[in-house]
């Protein structure tokens, strides 16, 4: 059995990202939990559970992937109603980087060979 490149993000990158920037812009940009959580898409509840380590644990992201998600936190502070659009240009910039093979090769050790995305190893 194997999940799927887009299972793979659903369920591990999208909430690592959303973690990241639920981080940011509340401690960096001292949004309340209640905002963040309504630039996201997700509930304060949610955000809490992403900063208390209770969500979304499972998947560090690299150093590159951090500077992008800083930058679309500070885009997303000026103007939340950016957060679909940079979530999608962060989660392209993973996929053009083969950041998210690192997550799909820890839960696709199987499949990763027949992948055609070519991730670096």
Known sequence: MYLLPQEIEVWYIIPAVRK?????????????????????GVSK???????????????????????????????????PKVAMVEMQRILKFMKDNHCSCNVCKQY????IKYCNCSPKY
């Open 20 to 40: 990241e920037l639920a981080r940011l812009l509340t401690k960096e940009h001292g949004l309340s939990y209640e905002k963040a959580g309504a630039a996201l």
């Open 45 to 79: 509840a949610a955000v809490s559970q992403y900063l208390s380590n209770k969500r979304a644990n499972k998947v560090c992201l690299d150093a590159k992937t951090k500077r992008e998600v800083k930058k679309s936190a500070a885009l997303i502070f000026e103007n």
């Open 108 to 111: 696709n050790k199987d499949v």
